[in-house]
């Protein structure tokens, strides 16, 4: 596709649900990323995956917050048990390249899940 | 622990003025930074990449500089237009922990017509 894809773009849940965030990545794109940004901050990384590979989860905020990648290509957020805290929007980036091998590699973001918990 | 600062955190300014959104960093040990745009309820567009070796980048009326060892960036916008209102995100990339993109909070920028 043309750019990075998040679906869907809202989601509320009722605490203690269980929900899943879609990320489609720019084809052929090797890194992906998470964000997780609350209102009126800077986005925070959650993860990163480097074709199917989870490089980095060390900021995911519990063990309810679980992602996948499984065929280096479409990735899902899942968190389990929501709560009022996890509201945020939630970010999917991708980068052509590979990261550390000391390229600059410029990350594209999609529109982000504005996820609600009631 | 790096951290982006942004400074004004809210401007509003008449069309047609020239504007500097400022960002500094703690850390000066970093890959790359990026100024992102970001309007209400979107994701961010990417503006400039900024390597660490490059001192400046240009797109349009859009400007950034890059003091590395000062751990400083601007964004310079030249005959601001409404169109340009939005948020403006500065992020760096660290040379040790090269993964994530550490983010300001970012400048809320308002151009009146």
């Known amino acids: 596709g043309a750019g990075v894809s998040q679906s869907p773009r809202y989601k509320v849940a009722k605490r203690g649900q269980d929900v899943a965030l879609r990320c489609d990545p720019i084809?052929?794109?090797?890194?992906l990323f998470w964000y997780q940004q609350a209102l009126g901050q800077g986005p925070e990384f959650l993860t990163y995956f480097q074709n199917e590979a989870q490089l980095d989860k060390s900021g995911l905020p519990s063990d309810r917050f679980f992602a996948e990648r499984p065929e280096g290509s479409v990735s899902t957020l899942k968190i389990q048990r929501t709560q009022q805290e996890d509201s945020a929007v939630y970010l999917c980036?991708?980068?052509?390249?590979?990261?550390?091998?000391?390229?600059?590699?410029?990350?594209?973001f999609g529109q982000g899940t504005r996820l609600t918990v009631v | 622990k790096q951290e982006v600062t942004q400074i004004p955190a809210a401007l509003s300014v008449p069309e047609g003025e020239n504007l500097v959104l400022n960002c500094s960093f703690t850390d000066s040990a970093i890959y790359n930074l990026q100024w992102f745009r970001q309007d209400p309820g979107k994701g961010l567009t990417s503006l400039l990449l900024?390597?660490?070796?490059?001192r400046e980048q240009t797109s349009g009326r859009l400007n950034a500089s890059l003091d590395k060892s000062s751990g400083r960036s601007t964004l310079y916008i030249a005959a601001s237009q409404p169109g340009d209102s939005a948020t403006y995100l500065c992020a760096v990339r660290q040379e040790d922990s090269g993964y994530a993109l550490n983010f300001g909070k970012g400048t809320s920028l308002l151009v009146t017509p």
């Open positions: 084809s052929g794109h090797v890194s």
């Open positions: 980036a991708s980068s052509l390249l590979v990261l550390r091998q000391g390229m600059n590699t410029e990350a594209f």
């Open positions: 900024i390597q660490s070796s490059q």
